[in-house]
């Protein structure tokens, strides 16, 4: 193996230590490495304070400029691509991206690649693109409400007005839309579905309840509960505290992408009711599963907090 000191670099690597060094004078076959305060090595720039700036800004004005051609693509000032376009530049631009950020956090928290992106973003307590798409589809909703009050001429308002014009809808009426959803849409969707839905006990079992809007701030906290509030069981002890008395309550949902509508199924087996309770609760606005299956758990726990204090 030969070295080549035209492709060599010395750095002085000194996080902590602030002494002054005189110049490294290093030589490879009889030519000068050149000294730097910066190496780029297998990918990863290296600095000599060791705090990785550079490579932040260097992978930040990557993602940047991806950004700004997607923009650019996707926006309505753009060339307006088909879906094949749009399938062909999320399988070559973004999901790559996000393979690498799952790999990565399943390498940094432990556990095996094969674990769930939702589960991974869990445990690391990072909320994944959807509910940040979603929280900033509301902040946005919320911005121009508020601005079409107190400044009508802002631009916000004037979209605002715009929307609330060409969405607003008689009741009775039913529409189909097969264009792209906007920003203000998929927020109003949002904030109707993240409604909790009202039960009535008075049904009988197998029979089908089409929900009503009712809503629940805080579930209190149930006084047959084995545990203390706020503690969080094993699951051994979880087992452990069911008897015969014990009220069980399945939850489970399914949805449909596309047009985002889906089921939301309870089934609860009470001992001191003869038959099991079964539900069907339909739910708007929910466009994967794993939003259907928390809008079930949200749901079954406020039939708890309703019906079993």
């Known amino acids: 193996m030969l070295m080549s000191p035209d492709k060599s670099q010395c750095i002085k690597l000194r996080q902590k230590n602030k002494r002054k060094y005189p110049p490294l004078s290093l030589h490879l076959v009889d030519a000068k490495i050149p000294e730097t305060n910066q190496v780029k090595y297998l990918g990863l720039i290296m600095d000599s304070q060791l705090n990785y700036r550079d490579h932040i800004n260097y992978v930040y004005g990557k993602a940047a400029r991806k950004l700004g051609y997607l923009t650019f693509l996707c926006s309505y000032k753009g060339i307006r691509p088909s879906l094949s376009v749009y399938n062909l530049l999320y399988k070559t631009i973004i999901r790559p991206n996000l393979e690498i950020q799952r790999i990565a956090m399943c390498r ?18 990072m909320p994944y693109l959807e509910l940040r798409r979603q929280e900033e589809e509301l902040k946005l909703f919320q911005r121009c409400k ?37 920003s203000l849409s998929l927020a109003r969707i949002n904030i109707s579905s993240a409604e909790l839905e009202g039960f009535d006990i008075t049904l009988k079992s197998g029979q089908t309840h089409i929900c009503t809007s009712t809503h629940v701030s805080v579930t209190p906290h149930s006084t047959k509960s084995p545990f203390q509030r706020w503690s969080v069981p094993t699951p051994s002890q979880i087992l452990a505290s069911l008897d015969e008395n014990c009220v069980v309550v399945f939850a489970d949902a399914s949805t449909m992408p596309n047009p985002g509508i ?48």
């Open 146 to 182: 508020i601005f079409s009050d107190r400044f009508p001429n802002h631009n916000l308002s004037q979209a605002y007005q715009l929307w609330k014009r060409d969405h607003d809808v008689q009741p009775g009426k039913r529409f189909c839309w097969l264009g792209k959803l906007s």
């Open 108 to 125: 940094i928290l432990g556990v095996m690649q094969i674990t769930a992106y939702d589960t991974v973003n869990i445990i690391a307590q």
């Open 262 to 309: 889906g089921w939301v199924g309870l089934f609860i087996q009470d001992q001191s009711l003869s038959n099991w309770l079964e539900f069907e609760i339909p739910i708007q606005g929910i466009t994967t599963s794993i939003g259907s299956e928390i809008q079930a758990i949200k749901i079954a726990l406020e039939y708890v907090a309703k019906n079993y204090q």
